[in-house]
C-alpha cells in the first residue's frame, strides 16, 4: 500500500489507542475535561465501567488497523484495513448523530482520508 496510506492508518490507530486510554483509566480526569457540558460531573463515577467498556472497542479497532501491516497478503491487508476503517467511519457517523457532531470531525475525517488513500493505494 502507499506511502499515505502506509502513515494515514496509523495515524487513526494511534488516536484510537488515546481514546482508550482516556476512556479506560483517566475518565475521571482527562475525560471530565474533554466531555466537559455532555455529562454532568457526578455522572462520571457513575458511568466509568461504561467508558471503559467504549474504550477497549477502541482498542480493538486499533488492533485492527495495526495488525494490517503484519498480514503477507497484500490483497487480505487491503480488505481487513477496508473493514477497520469502515468501522471508524461508521462509528464516527453514529456518534456524530448521537452525541456530538465534532466526533466526525475528529475521528471521521482522519479514517476517511485514510481509507481514499487505502482506496488510491490500488490504481
Not at 455529562?39 to 495495526?66: D, I, S
Not at 495488525?67 to 462509528?91: E, K, M, S, Y
Not at 470531525?105 to 488510491?120: D, H, N
Amino acid at each position: 500500500m502507499n506511502t499515505i496510506a502506509s502513515i494515514l492508518t496509523p495515524i487513526v490507530a494511534i488516536e484510537h489507542l488515546y481514546i482508550l486510554y482516556i476512556e479506560m483509566f483517566a475518565w475521571e480526569t482527562i475525560g471530565k475535561r474533554i466531555f466537559k457540558g455532555a455529562l454532568p460531573e457526578n455522572l462520571f463515577a457513575q458511568t466509568r465501567g461504561l467508558a471503559a467498556n467504549q474504550g477497549l472497542y477502541n482498542g480493538f479497532l486499533a488492533a485492527g488497523l495495526l495488525w494490517t501491516f503484519h498480514i503477507n497478503d497484500p490483497q487480505w491487508a487491503f480488505n481487513i484495513r477496508l473493514f477497520f476503517l469502515g468501522c471508524v467511519i461508521v462509528a464516527a457517523l453514529y456518534g456524530a448523530c448521537k452525541s456530538s457532531k465534532s466526533i466526525l470531525l475528529k475521528q471521521g475525517l482522519p479514517a476517511i482520508l485514510a481509507m481514499i488513500a487505502v482506496l488510491f493505494s490500488k490504481l
